[in-house]
């Protein structure tokens, strides 16, 4: 018999960008120095591991040590904390489709209530606090205002495209092109300007293919790809599809609209205000089980 009485696991997804989830709720099975950078690319590597782009530690922020220095005030309202980790290893700020995903599963494994998801709640990012809940058809999460970083451009496979630098709690470069995505080569990092971005950057490939203005205000469509700090190209970023329709509607002159994102892995919306950005998509539970002693070893 396969010994399977190892830690709780989950894998799921938001618009395909998927994620290994570990529910860790008093911090006792998954202490920083046993989910240490090996056993998160382990984790997230698709032969060796369960595979995915990264790893959510469901978590109380009354168990994170760093909480109270990201969070500051907001330290007692968010009882959960999203402890994110790209599939490196290394640890990232905000994940806008990991975030929907970990409200879906709070509530899936009975760590908070379905009325409390419905209404909202505060969750801990190291990005800072961001408020996270359950719509209609979906998840929604608020993301803050975006924040320009300054002109940059990536280089890719000799080509070099100018982009923006938006900060939405992780660092992006948003590059517009009218060049037909499916024809770039994102199977290596772009280049980018170390200096602009110290910490690196994820970079999105933009199509812009519409914008218009209408009775409820403005509306566009646009497409990306991205690659990802940390992961190389996913099928979808819910920070990049906030950064891209920022990125598009200013480039327009507009600071506010509603904002179709499609993504290799889907579709997201993205409201952007002067003072926020809203961003709202599907989760999705694949499957729930335990590891095997035999493979943590
Ligand atoms: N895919 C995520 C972003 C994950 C973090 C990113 N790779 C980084 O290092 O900043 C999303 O949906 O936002």
Same mark, same amino acid.
Request: include cysteine; proline fraction near 6%; hydrophobic fraction near 40%.
């Given at each position: 018999?396969?010994?399977?009485?190892?830690?709780?696991?989950?894998?799921?997804?938001?618009?395909?960008?998927? #994620?290994?989830?570990?529910?860790?709720?008093?911090? @006792?099975? /998954?202490?920083?120095?046993?989910?240490?950078?090996?056993?998160?690319?382990?984790?997230?590597?698709?032969?060796?591991?369960?595979?995915?782009?990264?790893?959510?530690?469901?978590?109380?922020?009354?168990?994170?040590?760093?909480?109270?220095?990201?969070?500051?005030?907001?330290?007692?309202?968010?009882? /959960? #904390?999203?402890?994110?980790?790209?599939?490196?290893?290394?640890?990232?700020?905000?994940?806008?489709?990991?975030?929907?995903?970990?409200?879906?599963? +709070?509530?899936?494994?009975?760590?908070?209530?379905?009325?409390?998801?419905?209404?909202?709640?505060?969750?801990?990012?190291?990005?800072?606090?961001?408020?996270?809940?359950?719509?209609?058809?979906?998840?929604?999460?608020?993301?803050?205002?975006?924040? &320009?970083?300054?002109?940059?451009?990536?280089?890719?496979?000799?080509?070099?495209?100018?982009?923006?630098?938006?900060?939405?709690?992780?660092?992006?470069?948003?590059?517009?092109?009218?060049?037909?995505?499916?024809?770039?080569?994102?199977?290596?990092?772009?280049?980018?300007?170390?200096?602009? #971005?110290?910490?690196?950057?994820?970079?999105?490939?933009?199509?812009? +293919?519409?914008?218009?203005?209408? &009775?409820?205000?403005?509306?566009?469509?646009?497409?990306?790809?991205?690659?990802?700090?940390?992961?190389?190209? @996913?099928?979808?970023?819910?920070?990049?599809?906030?950064?891209?329709?920022?990125?598009?509607?200013?480039?327009?002159?507009?600071?506010?609209? @509603?904002?179709?994102?499609?993504? &290799?892995?889907?579709?997201?919306?993205?409201?952007?205000?002067?003072?926020?950005?809203?961003?709202?998509?599907?989760?999705?539970?694949?499957?729930?089980?335990?590891?095997?002693?035999? /493979?943590?070893?």
């Amino acid at each position: 018999m396969i010994d399977a009485s190892g830690p709780r696991v989950l894998k799921g997804h938001g618009t395909q960008n998927d #994620f290994v989830v570990l529910p860790d709720p008093d911090g @006792t099975v /998954w202490p920083e120095d046993r989910l240490d950078a090996a056993l998160v690319r382990r984790l997230c590597d698709r032969q060796e591991g369960l595979g995915a782009d990264g790893v959510l530690r469901v978590v109380s922020s009354a168990h994170v040590p760093d909480a109270a220095a990201v969070l500051g005030d907001a330290l007692d309202e968010c009882t /959960w #904390f999203m402890d994110h980790r790209n599939a490196d290893g290394s640890h990232a700020e905000m994940c806008g489709n990991g975030i929907r995903l970990y409200l879906h599963v +709070l509530v899936a494994e009975g760590l908070l209530d379905a009325e409390q998801a419905r209404a909202g709640v505060l969750v801990g990012t190291r990005g800072g606090p961001r408020r996270v809940g359950q719509g209609a058809d979906g998840y929604w999460v608020d993301m803050g205002p975006a924040r &320009p970083l300054g002109r940059g451009e990536a280089v890719l496979s000799g080509v070099t495209y100018p982009g923006t630098g938006v900060s939405m709690g992780n660092p992006h470069l948003v590059c517009l092109t009218d060049v037909a995505l499916e024809s770039l080569d994102l199977a290596h990092a772009p280049a980018v300007d170390p200096a602009l #971005f110290p910490d690196g950057v994820n970079v999105e490939l933009v199509n812009v +293919l519409s914008a218009e203005e209408g &009775p409820s205000g403005t509306t566009a469509h646009v497409r990306l790809r991205v690659s990802e700090r940390g992961v190389g190209e @996913t099928r979808s970023c819910g920070t990049g599809a906030c950064a891209a329709a920022w990125a598009a509607l200013d480039a327009g002159g507009r600071s506010a609209g @509603t904002v179709t994102v499609d993504v &290799p892995g889907g579709r997201l919306s993205v409201e952007v205000t002067p003072g926020t950005t809203v961003l709202s998509g599907p989760a999705v539970v694949v499957s729930s089980g335990t590891l095997t002693r035999e /493979w943590l070893g």
